[in-house]
């Protein structure tokens, strides 16, 4: 960390001090209501299939439903792309492990890929397909009482899997918000997904970077330095916060090492690096600058951008 005289201006603390501010002042969330649910994405998502979905609705109390499927696929094939959806599935092909008495490991692989018409092999395989992962047996009993809503459930459930994403995402958004200002006050310039060739072709600046796939969340130029900034939120704890650190520890090197004139920012929050704090430690005494948000609020990342510090 770098020996800051406002860190006892804006924080009130000397530089002994700061880490312990930093670990204190951890913001218990970042959530904002759209992390809960994108129900843009999800009915944009459901829209794109309802007709079919509807045409599904079809089978709902069927007795003799693996025939009506048949029926149903060879009428409206493109239906077939729906099965791997039924299933909370987005994959066009599936493989499963189909054991039998005399090879134990027997795999099937089944094809839900758009066609214009179906062989009877390839419904057969796919009514077999519906009807081994219990799917058909659920339309049959009438636990779907409607296709579409019940998509509409599952994609509620796979949109939860982006609420991690979305969390850093989050991070990026707040973070610009005061990169922005500082640059519109000062007449800066900054880029946000920074990849060393968008910084070459704005700024003018070469920057050597770790892995071919480097992109660094913004990069800001005082017309005098460039700052690589990096941020990222983890409201949990885990082994991946230890590597994490361990990453900007090293990227820091890399940076300084490349042009000195370059500075990295790493800004990170979140009550999980409470349980990982002796890992972030290390890399906030090795490295030059590691805020949180409320260090951003109290200003000083304008104070370290502005300052050329």
Known sequence: MKNIKFYNQKIK???SEVFDYIIGNLKETIKGWDYFVDWAKITGNVDKIEVSLNIMNYLIGKSNIEDEFKKLLKEY????????????????ELTVLDPSPDDVFNYKNYSFKKKKTLSEREIDAIAEFALKSGILEIFRTKKIKNVVDYVTGIEVGLDTNARKNRSGTSMELIT???????SEQNKYKYISQATPKKIREE???????????RIFDFAVTNNSSLYLIETNYY???GSKLKATAGEYKALFDFIKAGNNKHKFIWITDGKGWISTKNSLKETFEHIDYLLNLDMLEKGLLADIIVNDL
């Open 203 to 213: 700024f003018g600046y070469e920057v050597k970077v770790d892995k071919a796939k």
């Open 77 to 92: 094939p493109e239906i077939v792309t729906l099965i791997p959806i039924l299933m909370a599935c987005r994959d066009g």
């Open 13 to 15: 603390c000397s530089n």
């Open 176 to 182: 610009e918000i005061y990169i922005k200002k500082i």
């Open 235 to 237: 409201g949990g704890g």
